[in-house]
C-alpha cells in the first residue's frame, strides 16, 4: 500500500486566497483525520470522521475552515479565505477500528500563507 | 491546556549516550501511544502501551506505562544518530472517543 497521500506537498498563497489540501487515505481506513502542526501549539486535532461521517469538528478553528470526506478515499479541508496565522504543516492520517490503532500519518502539507 | 506534558522539550546529546524522555498527565488513559517524527514527515508509531506497570521493548528502546495509567517514559539506551527526531507521546481515552491528546514532544539530536 502507498500510504496516506497529501497533495500538495506545499502551498503558499497570498492572505485572502482560497486553499484546498487533498488527502487519501490507506484502502480500508475507517477513521480519518485532519491536524495543525506547529512549534508553539504542537499537533492539533481539528476533524475526524468515521464512514465518511464527520464525528467531531470541535478543533476546526473557525467558519473559515470546512472538511468534506465525499467517499472512503478522499477528504479535503479547504481555508477560506486564508490568513498568515493559518501558516503550518497540515496532516492528514487514518486508521482502523480498534481504539488502540495505530494512525498512520501522510507526508503533510506545508502552508504558507503570505 | 496541555494535557499531557512531556519533558525535556530539547535535548542533545552524543552518540552512545543513554537518555529518558517522559509523559506526564493527571488524566487517566486506557492506552498510551509513543510516535517518532523526523523533519518533513509524519509521525510514525513506535509502540502502544495498555497496562499499568507495562513495559515494552524495541530494540535499544524501552517504554514503561505507570502503574495509574497517567504517565510513561521512553529510555534510549546507547544513542545513535539514526534515533534523532521529534518524539511524540499521545493519549487514547478509549471506548468510542477516537481523539488522541498530543503531547509538544520532545525534540532529540544525537550527535556522531
Known amino acids: 500500500d502507498a500510504g496516506v497521500i497529501q497533495s500538495p506537498r506545499h502551498e503558499v498563497t497570498e492572505m485572502g486566497q482560497e486553499v484546498t489540501l487533498r488527502c487519501k487515505p490507506i484502502?480500508?481506513?475507517?477513521?480519518l483525520f485532519w491536524y495543525r502542526q506547529t512549534m508553539m501549539r504542537g499537533l492539533e486535532l481539528l476533524i475526524y470522521?468515521?464512514?465518511?461521517?464527520?464525528?467531531?469538528d470541535s478543533g476546526m478553528p473557525e467558519d473559515r475552515f470546512s472538511a468534506k470526506m465525499p467517499n472512503a478515499s478522499f477528504s479535503t479541508l479547504k481555508i477560506q479565505p486564508s490568513e498568515p496565522r493559518d501558516s503550518a504543516v497540515y496532516f492528514c492520517?487514518?486508521?482502523?477500528?480498534?481504539?488502540?490503532?495505530?494512525?498512520?500519518f501522510g507526508p503533510g502539507t506545508r502552508l504558507t500563507v503570505l | 491546556t496541555q494535557l499531557l506534558e512531556q519533558s525535556p522539550q530539547f535535548l542533545s546529546i552524543q552518540e552512545g549516550e543513554n537518555l529518558t524522555v517522559y509523559c506526564n498527565s493527571s488524566?487517566?488513559?486506557?492506552?498510551l501511544q509513543w510516535y517518532r517524527q523526523e523533519p518533513g514527515e509524519g509521525p510514525v508509531l513506535l509502540v502502544t502501551?495498555?497496562?499499568g506497570g507495562e513495559v515494552k521493548k524495541l530494540k535499544r528502546l524501552t517504554f514503561q506505562f505507570g502503574d495509574a495509567r497517567k504517565d510513561s517514559s521512553l529510555h534510549i539506551t546507547a544513542a545513535q544518530p539514526g534515533d534523532t527526531g521529534l518524539y511524540l507521546c499521545?493519549?487514547?481515552?478509549?471506548?468510542?472517543?477516537?481523539?488522541?491528546?498530543w503531547g509538544l514532544g520532545t525534540s532529540l539530536a544525537v550527535n556522531p
Open positions: 492520517a487514518s486508521s482502523l477500528v480498534h481504539s488502540t490503532d495505530t494512525q498512520y
Open positions: 484502502s480500508g481506513h475507517d477513521y
Open positions: 470522521f468515521n464512514n465518511n461521517v464527520p464525528i467531531d
Open positions: 488524566s487517566v488513559f486506557s492506552s
Open positions: 502501551v495498555v497496562t
Open positions: 499521545a493519549g487514547a481515552r478509549g471506548g468510542n472517543n477516537r481523539k488522541l491528546i
